[in-house]
Structure formats: C-alpha cells, structure tokens
C-alpha cells in the first residue's frame, strides 16, 4: 500500500549528471523508487543546450519508475543568470501546484529553485494546498550575496513556509543556526554515494608513474599554482608523479593555462595534463581507477556541494584522498585513517602528504577504509533511510 507521495521539484534534473544538485536529486529519486511505501514525481526545466539521444536514452531509463514526469522549457543558464533563476523557478511553481491541484502529493522536496517565490506562492495561491509539507534540501554553504552557488535564504521564509530543511553537512544546519532556523525543522541527509557504481576497478598499484588526479571546477582558489611546487619537490627527489587536472567548464580554460604556463616555468611539462571536459558518471568511475591519488587542493571555502561529491566518489573508488582542511572535507576524512588532511596549501605540508599518500603499504590501509567510510555513511540504504525518517517525521507532525 503507497502511504507517501512525494514530488521533487529542480532545475535541470536530468543527464548529463556533470553538476552536484542534479546529481543529488537523482541518487535522491533512485534510493526511493521501488519502495512499495512511496510513490515519486519529478518537476524540472530541460537543458536546451543539453539535447543528444544519450541523454534522451539516459533520462528515460532514470524516470521509468516515476509516477509523475514533468520537463519545462528552460529559460536561459540559472547558474549565471540570476532572471532565468526566478522565471524557472515560477515555471516550476506554476507546474507543481498544477499537479497538486490533480491529484494528491503529500511532499514537495525541492531545491535548484528560488524558494522566496515558490513556498510563499504555493502557500498562498489555493488553500488546499496549504496542507502539503514542504521540504527545502540545502547543499551548499550559504553566501549573503545571489550568484551563481547562491542558496536563496530569508529567515522568514523558512520560518513560515517550510516544514522541513534538509542538509547535507554539519557546517550548513550550523550557518542555519546561525541564521535562526529552529533546529526541530533541519534533518541530516548526506549525499547519497551509488557505493555499487563508484567501485575499486582493483586494489593493486599499477605498474608506471605514481597517478595524481584533480577533477572538477578550475579557480584560484580550487586549485591553487602552489600545488605545482610541491609536484617539482617530489619530482627532484626521484618521486615519478603525473598529475591530471581535468577541468569542467569551457571557460575554466583561463585558469589552466595559466597551470600549464606555471607548470613549463617549472620543468613539469611532461608531468602535468591538463584538459576541460563536461564527464559524464561512468568517464568519472573509470577516471578515478585509473588515479593513485585524488587531490583536493582547496585553498579557502568554495562554492561547492557540502561535502563535495568528487571527494566521496573518489573514496568510494577505494582512492587515497589528498585534501585540505576546508569546509567539509575534516568532517568526513580522519587523517591517516581514511585519507590525508594538509591544514594548509604549504608546499612543503602538502609534499609531505603526497609522499606518504604515494607509500605502497600505508595507502593500501587508507584506501580500505574510505571505501568502507563511504559504504557505511552515504550509500543508498543509509540515504532510503534517512529520508524517510524526515518524511514520516514531517507528515506526523
């Protein structure tokens, strides 16, 4: 017997998975689809630059389980602009309180979308709908400034419209805290992490250079040219080390050039590689495989899902994890035990951690157990779980 209908609503929910929010969403929609206690509907806008007949045939396999599917037409990139955000958002709201008005939902669960103006007007326009609980998900740390990695966020918002705010890490319900969100109302959800998908292709050290890889969004900050520095001090010490940084966007092209600019001056030419490509999940798995060492250079907080999902995937793969002490990341890795922490972007600090990470012996026990981390705190029956504690919590209230 369906006891629960719940209907996620965001933009761009659909391959290509490239970016942290559809992503989310989508191993959201697959931990709970099956499941003969709740039935799931999906809202969301269409990528019109997104159009191939992988992404049509990926899209159809993913929503085959679904009792509702609706895809508007997006209007302009809401990632840069900040107009296209709000018209998408009252497209969505228009197509959510559309369906509500048909037939009956339970939960909306929603999160690319501005929630100024969806919850306020899905409260407001009909007072059936008034009884459906919503659920705001938050996976990034808040900025005071709208952009790109904006969460839209007014406290009377979240005090008045929402029955429940899901997070993904500590650091955002404490912002929350922060923000005077009641606690009774934030739920953990961590990222969920297909630990049956993102797996060790094997345990053994491949014959060859010791592979570094960095993957995902390019900037100063993500990625700072310090990190070439301490690639040259292992590299005169005998150490063969190939680093790979594989940026995202076309216009991160900037930024790599100026790393392999930085990289030439240093005699790393033949080293470091560079390329920018939109990876899909199973170019991601076989990626990861192919590295020795995953490396998250952050120099300072970043605009990113909370905790990134790169550093999770890369774990799950059973990959030594280099990273610094940003956000998150603490939160998840026990240096020395699951990965390797550096407090700082020191040269000589993260050469250390490279040098150990590059130890046959200790990296082999460091693998081991950041996919057993991984398996245990963020796969899809720990996700299942979870949200539907927070939906059973909500609905009986």
Aim: net charge neutral.
């Amino acid at each position: 017997m369906i006891n629960i209908h719940v209907c996620f609503v965001g933009q761009e929910i659909h391959p290509p998975w490239i970016r942290g929010d559809p992503q989310l969403f989508k191993e959201m929609i697959n931990a709970l689809v099956g499941n003969d206690d709740i039935e799931i509907s999906l809202i969301t806008t269409h990528d019109v630059t997104g159009d191939n007949a992988s992404n049509a045939a990926q899209f159809e396999a993913f929503a085959r389980g679904l009792k509702n599917v609706i895809v508007l037409r997006g209007t302009g990139n809401h990632n840069y602009a900040p107009r296209s955000y709000d018209v998408n958002s009252l497209l969505l709201w228009r197509a959510a309180s559309g369906l509500a008005s048909r037939e009956a939902v339970d939960i909306f669960h929603i999160g690319s979308l501005n929630a100024s103006l969806f919850a306020p007007l899905m409260r407001l326009k009909i007072p059936r709908l008034r009884n459906i609980k919503l659920v705001r998900h938050i996976y990034m740390l808040l900025q005071q400034r709208r952009g790109r990695f904006a969460v839209p966020l007014l406290r009377a918002t979240y005090a008045h419209f929402f029955d429940g705010v899901a997070v993904t890490s500590g650091n955002i319900r404490a912002e929350l805290h922060r923000r005077g969100i009641a606690d009774d109302v934030i739920f953990f959800v961590p990222p969920i992490i297909n630990t049956d998908f993102f797996t060790p292709h094997s345990t053994q050290r491949q014959p060859g250079p010791i592979r570094v890889l960095y993957m995902g969004s390019v900037s100063q900050k993500r990625f700072p040219l310090d990190v070439l520095s301490s690639i040259h001090t292992l590299r005169q010490e005998g150490l063969n080390l190939q680093l790979s940084i594989v940026a995202r966007y076309e216009f991160e092209r900037v930024w790599i050039d100026k790393i392999a600019s930085q990289a030439a001056k240093l005699g790393l030419g033949d080293s470091v590689m560079t390329r920018v490509q939109a990876l899909e999940e199973r170019e991601k798995r076989d990626l990861y495989n192919t590295a020795d060492i995953v490396l998250l250079p952050f120099s300072g907080p970043v605009g990113a899902t909370q905790p990134p999902l790169v550093l999770l995937e890369a774990m799950s793969c059973g990959k030594v994890v280099v990273a610094t002490r940003e956000q998150d990341i603490p939160l998840i890795v026990e240096h020395g035990f699951n990965g390797l922490l550096v407090d700082d972007l020191n040269p000589e600090d993260l050469a250390d951690a490279l040098r150990l990470a590059a130890s046959s012996e200790r990296a082999a026990f460091i693998a081991a157990n950041a996919r057993e981390t991984i398996v245990n705190s963020f796969s899809r029956e720990v996700g299942r779980e979870r949200l539907l504690q927070m939906y059973t919590s909500i609905l009986n209230r």
